[in-house]
Every structure is written in C-alpha cells, then in structure tokens.
C-alpha cells in the first residue's frame, strides 16, 4: 500500500518587498512511497527538498496539488496523530530540558498522561538521552539536540516519519547513529522518509531514492538501479612512467605514480586499452570494474540537467 502518495503538489513563492515576483520553488511533484520504506529524497541546496516536506506537513500551502497520507487525505487531522517531522533546523526552547521538551510535544501530540512517561524514557533511552534527560537543551552539542529532535519525532509512536536532513552538521559518530536508528525503525514497519545531501548515508540507507534540482524530480529508483544506468568503467593499471598517446586517445583519465600508470575508461573501450599496451610492450598489472557510485549518478544527473538548462537558453 502507498503510504505517501504526493500528487501534483507545486509551490511558488513570491518573493522580494516592494515588487513582488514569482518564484517557483517546486514544480508539480508526483510521487510514491510504498509501506515500510526508507525514502532518501536528494538534491543539492535550493533544490525544493524543505518546501516539499513543509507542504506535506501543511506548514506551507501548495500552490496546486494535494497528497494522501497513510491512505487518507493529507488534511485529515488522523493523518497528522500518526506521523513524526523532525524540521531542517528544529527550534526548542533552550531553557527546557530534554525531559520537559519531551512532555510538552508528547501534551501536544496528544499522547495520553498515563503513557506519557513510559513513552518519554523508552524513547529516551532509544536515542541515548537517559543520562541527560535532567540537562537544559543549551548545553546539549548539535548532535545531541539531533537526537532530541528524533526522540520528539517518533514520540507518539508514528507509522510514517519525515526527517528533514537528519544527518547534517554530524560528526561521523552522531552519522552512524542516526543511520542506525532510521535503520531501527524501518526494522519496526515504520516508513521513513528523509531529505539529505550527503549521498553516502543514503546510499547505505535506502530502499529507493529520489533525485531532485531547481525544484524538479529528475531521477527515482533503487540506489543500484540507478548507478547501473550509467556507463560502466574499469581501471587499468600498468607499469611504466608515462602515458601512451594510444591510451590518451581512448579517453582514458590517467594518473601516473612512482612506476605504475592508472587509468579509469569506458568498459567498451577495455580491449582496446589491452591492445595498446601490448603494442607498446607495457606490463599490465590489474584490471578492475569501478563501481559508480550515488554520488556519481547524482553529478552527471545535475550535470546533465545544467546541460540541458543551458541548450535551451
Ligand atoms: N519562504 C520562502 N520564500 C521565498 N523563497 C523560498 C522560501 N523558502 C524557500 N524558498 C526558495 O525555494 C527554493 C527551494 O528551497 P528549499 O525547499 O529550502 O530547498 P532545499 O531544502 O532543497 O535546500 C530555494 O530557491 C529557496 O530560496
Ligand atoms: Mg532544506
């Protein structure tokens, strides 16, 4: 069953003080994200990644379109009761500390008293707050205030969860454990999805990606169907000091270091590669497949589009 299905939904801003223009930061969005996924939505900065979460939380409004929601119109207030946002920059009150941040946003999220407590140190301990749960926010570091976020997301228990960049401003530590944590939760049924631009986390993490720029989707699919899509390349590493004009010309990229030569060419090109350096008795070393990876894919995609943008210019 899709549990996000996003249907045309558009947003335009109008922009600047006294003369007001129009500026288009999502263009009509149509897009599904099945049950107990982990959805990884990508893009560079200005890319339409926050205006399109904030249109699916109904803090901005659409300038056309509309999404259903766990199967229900997106409006529908039992929508809003089984869903969990962590916003890009989340704002608390510095003075509060995490337990009390957590009560609040539980009353608010209309967790019932009883449960409140139970729930606020189960989550407590899940996002690894329980030693801190007594100390005001201000002293909390940027990861620690991630995690608080997180906790305040998943409070209630939702079945669909929205992190917009999770993982940005972490160290490699406070990374891995917000990975493991969205990796926990789909473990639970729960669909994730979350915007980022550190493609290596997503590349770990998700079941499917979407790729979007200048506010349009330009790519969805599984991360290996979409790196397979491209071209594949092999390196080829021989020993000598310099570079055979033959090798040059295939369009091989070549690094020389020490006595041995690596170049990286098309996999078409690979045969022929083998033919010159025979021609000019070089000893082969290795000949290996590269790997494309996310972040491969993701440049020549905006490098295409750029392309593109400026053909029709
Ligand atoms: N409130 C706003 N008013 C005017 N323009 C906005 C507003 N919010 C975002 N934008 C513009 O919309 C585009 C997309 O922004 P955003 O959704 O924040 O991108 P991302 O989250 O992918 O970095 C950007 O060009 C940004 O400047
Ligand atoms: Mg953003």
């Not at 109008?14 to 263009?27: D, E, M, S, T, Y």
């Not at 999404?67 to 997106?74: K, M, N």
């Not at 500390?97 to 019932?112: D, R």
Request: proline residues 5%; charged residues 25%; hydrophobic residues 40%.
């Amino acid at each position: 069953m899709p549990v996000i299905e996003i249907l045309g939904l558009e947003k335009t801003y109008l922009v600047g003080f006294w003369r007001k223009r129009p500026k288009r930061a999502l263009h009509p969005l149509h897009l599904t994200v099945e049950e107990g996924e982990v959805f990884g939505f990508l893009g560079p900065n200005g890319a339409g990644k926050t205006t399109t979460l904030k249109l699916l939380m109904g803090l901005v409004f659409p300038t056309s379109g509309s999404a259903r929601l766990l199967g229900r119109d997106w409006t529908d207030p039992e929508v809003k009761a089984q869903i969990g946002f962590l916003p890009e920059q989340p704002y608390f009150y510095d003075y509060l500390t995490a337990h009390e941040l957590l009560n609040y946003y539980g009353q608010l999220s209309g967790v019932p008293g009883k449960d409140r407590k139970r729930r606020i140190d189960e989550v407590l301990q899940r996002v690894g707050l329980t030693d801190v749960k007594g100390v005001q926010l201000r002293k909390f570091s940027k990861g620690m205030l991630q995690r608080a976020g997180i906790a305040q997301a998943i409070l209630h228990d939702p079945k669909l969860v929205f992190f917009d960049e999770p993982m940005s401003g972490l160290d490699p530590m406070g990374r891995r454990e917000v990975r493991d944590l969205m990796e926990q939760l789909k473990h639970e049924g729960k669909t994730v999805f979350f915007s980022t631009h550190i493609l290596s986390d997503a590349e770990a993490l998700c079941d499917r990606v979407a790729i979007i720029h200048q506010g349009e989707l330009r790519s969805v699919g599984a991360v290996a169907d979409l790196t397979s899509s491209v071209q594949s390349k092999v390196e080829v590493i021989w020993q000598g000091r310099e570079v055979p004009p033959s090798m040059k010309a295939l369009g091989a990229e070549c690094h020389v270091t020490g006595d041995t030569v690596r170049a990286v060419l098309a996999e078409s090109q690979q045969d022929a590669a083998i033919d010159a350096l025979r021609r000019e008795r070089m000893r082969l070393i290795a000949i290996t497949p590269v790997r494309t990876s996310l972040e491969e894919y993701f440049i020549e995609k905006l490098q295409q589009s750029e392309t593109s943008v400026g053909s029709t210019a």
